[in-house]
């Protein structure tokens, strides 16, 4: 019973990291460069494979360099490729990323990640059908994660839904995702709430579904008669880039395990403040040994 599926991005990200942020027209000299798997589908999957799960990532890498070294990556930490389709003169999804004064900005080139179309997720359907949990963002085509959550929900399948990069979703997708993951700001862009209104009587609309991570704040949520604040983990921060990636993980990892719902935050909130103690989306990523540490 630990079957997880993750449809979604794969990508390499290209990481610079720099003491000042370059402003528009700006030139800085930075400190490092660094070459690392990332993605948001790629990083969930790689955070609940290393905490134990039997994972199979679905997605599309290009015919590249880029590509081959996503297939090693994953690999060399047991997801199961067979369901990753190479697509001919296409790039591999690439990521920008700049890690300066505290923060990461990331700009995502979709490349073959576009390329997860319908037709691909009926020739895996099986696979997903098999899973146990089904895990989705917002890094391939829209229509695609729409389609999946009805095939989902259609057959008793749980979904989480990590909502980023956020787009105002449809009624039916959040209806029939079983759970919403969103920060803040994505959690008022996905429900087309303006800033004013009260975070807290949003979630009270979505009981035991929409689960708003807050970084050092912790996560929280709409038990159906209180709403539950599971704290976060104090760290040495180092780069927080994937770490709401590991969090959907790893969750969705303890929610395969038969975890309650508060148990399996605290679980995915312990993990997700190990990866951000290194450099890198995955680099941090504990494995389920290194979490009971
Ligand atoms: O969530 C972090 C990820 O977002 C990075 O790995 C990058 O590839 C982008 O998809």
Same mark, same amino acid.
């Given at each position: ?13 290209? %990481?610079?990291? #720099? ?5 528009? &027209?700006?030139?800085?000299? +930075?400190?490092? =460069? ?17 905490? +134990?799960?039997?994972? $199979?990532?679905?997605? /599309?890498? &290009? ?15 047991? %997801?199961? $490729? ?7 003169? %296409? ?19 979709? &490349?073959?990640?576009? @390329?997860?179309?319908? #037709?691909?997720?009926?020739? !895996? ?21 729409? !389609?999946?959550?009805?095939? /989902? ?17 449809? *009624? ?31 979630? @009270?609309? =979505? ?9 050092? *704040? +912790?996560?929280? !949520?709409?038990? +159906? ?7 976060? !983990? ?16 790893? =969750?969705?990892?303890?929610? %395969?395990?038969?975890?309650?719902? *508060? ?8 993990? #997700?403040?190990? #990866?951000?103690? @290194? ?15």
């Amino acid at each position: 019973m630990n079957k997880i599926v993750v449809v979604g991005s794969i990508n390499v990200d290209l %990481v610079f990291t #720099s003491d000042i942020r370059p402003k528009a &027209g700006e030139t800085v000299l +930075g400190n490092d =460069f660094k070459i690392i798997a990332g993605g948001k589908g790629a990083n969930q999957a790689v955070a609940a494979s290393k905490l +134990g799960a039997d994972v $199979t990532m679905i997605g /599309c890498v &290009g015919d590249d360099a880029n590509g081959q070294f996503s297939l090693d990556n994953f690999r060399s930490v047991n %997801v199961n $490729t067979s369901c990753i389709n190479e697509i001919k003169n %296409v790039s591999t999804g690439v990521a920008n990323i700049i890690v300066a004064e505290n923060d990461n900005s990331i700009i995502v080139i979709a &490349g073959a990640n576009y @390329k997860v179309d319908k #037709s691909v997720i009926d020739n !895996y359907k099986k696979e997903i059908l098999n899973a146990d949990i089904v895990l989705l963002q917002l890094e391939i085509p829209m229509d695609v994660v729409e !389609y999946i959550l009805n095939l /989902c929900y259609k057959n008793n399948i749980k979904t989480v839904l990590n909502p980023a990069p956020a787009v105002l979703l449809s *009624k039916n997708m959040i209806e029939k995702a079983t759970y919403i993951t969103p920060n803040e700001h994505e959690c008022r862009i996905i429900l087309g709430a303006d800033k004013d209104t009260n975070i807290k009587d949003i979630i @009270k609309e =979505f009981p035991n579904k929409l689960m708003i991570t807050m970084g050092e *704040k +912790g996560v929280m !949520y709409f038990d +159906g008669q209180d709403i539950i604040t599971v704290p976060a !983990y104090k760290v040495e921060v180092v780069d927080t880039t994937g770490a709401g990636d590991t969090f959907n993980g790893a =969750f969705a990892r303890a929610i %395969v395990n038969g975890l309650e719902l *508060k148990d399996a935050i605290n679980f995915a909130n312990k993990a #997700s403040s190990k #990866s951000v103690t @290194k450099l890198g989306a995955q680099a941090g990523m504990p494995t389920l040994d290194e979490l009971t540490e």
